[in-house]
């Protein structure tokens, strides 16, 4: 079977190409890592600033998620699987500020990525380290990435290392090169001002 089959599924997000395959996108080369050194830190507006170690995320409440995910390069990957920590567990323990509206993610290679605090909260976002029921694969973010999917994959940052909370939006790695801040699949919201790279 091609990696790739038309799809016309009113479940698909308008312009997606549905994939069977998992197709690799990322800024930077893969990295390495030490589990026993990996930590994510968590900063900026919260009364309770932390960092939090690989072990002592799995050992949170996990939650599983199962469904569709888009990348702004026009493929759709249908019922994917994922377990993690909700993000909004993380929150809790933060307790960001009154003035906390946006969200940072940091991760590897200088890449980080902005969204509003509020969509966020949902209960799909997740800090993820596995993939179908295995660790989650360096070569897409392991061992923890983010996973925001009701948005294009860019908004999931591989290689999480950090959470900064904002006052003011920050745009993010690809956000200032003229990809759309929101992101939205369901809306196309692709890029901002530029072309359509990817045809």
């Not at 589990?35 to 968590?42: G, T």
């Not at 507006?45 to 199962?66: K, M, Q, S």
């Not at 307790?95 to 605090?117: C, I, K």
């Amino acid at each position: 079977m091609a990696p790739f089959m038309k799809q016309k599924d009113p479940s698909v997000p308008p312009g997606q190409t549905v994939t069977t395959g998992f197709p690799v996108l990322h800024v930077g080369e893969v990295p390495t890592y030490d589990l026993h050194a990996w930590r994510l830190k968590i900063s900026g507006l919260v009364e309770h600033p932390f960092e939090i170690g690989y072990d002592e995320l799995r050992a949170l409440p996990a939650t599983e998620w199962n469904g569709d995910i888009h990348c702004v390069t026009r493929w759709s990957k249908k019922d994917t699987h994922w377990r993690g920590v909700q993000f909004k567990t993380l929150v809790e323990r933060a307790q960001p500020l009154p003035s906390a509206t946006f969200v940072v993610q940091h991760a590897d290679n200088a890449y980080t990525t902005n969204l509003p605090l509020a969509p966020m909260l949902d209960d799909d976002v997740l800090i993820a380290y596995e993939f179908d029921g295995k660790p989650l694969e360096p070569i897409h973010g392991g061992p923890v990435r983010m996973l925001v999917p009701k948005r294009y994959f860019w908004k999931s940052a591989k290689w999480l290392t950090g959470l900064e909370f904002l006052d003011h939006d920050e745009k993010g790695f690809w956000e200032m090169r003229g990809y759309h801040n929101d992101a939205d699949p369901w809306q196309e919201q692709r890029y901002s001002n530029l072309p359509n790279w990817f045809g």
